[in-house]
């Protein structure tokens, strides 16, 4: 189990395996943080897409700013918002490269 350096352990340094995207699954997400994330890895590799489901339908108040980020990147990042029921409230992602999983 990863306990230390969680952002670049799980987040940042599996880049460097050849992938090619991320996809996250979260009940919460901040379009700060996802700023951070998706231009630490565009940084590293400017093809990198990264793919996020918000799944708790009260966690919108960064509507506005994850809109600005798909206009911003529009060929990086694909945001979208979880509205069955019931919610998620998951923390699960998947790298792949090529569509297929790797980790």
Do not use: Q
């Amino acid at each position: 189990m990863i306990t230390k350096n969680l952002y670049k352990e799980v987040l940042i340094n599996p880049i460097n395996k050849d992938v090619d995207e991320l996809y996250i699954v979260s009940g919460f997400a901040s379009a700060t943080f996802c700023r951070r994330n998706l231009e630490d890895l565009l940084n590293l590799n400017n093809k990198f897409k990264l793919n996020l489901i918000i799944g708790m339908s009260t966690s919108r108040n960064d509507h506005f700013h994850f809109i600005n980020l798909s206009k911003n990147y529009p060929n990086s990042i694909k945001a979208y918002y979880y509205t069955g029921k019931p919610s998620v409230h998951s923390k699960v992602y998947s790298w792949t490269k090529n569509n297929n999983p790797l980790i």
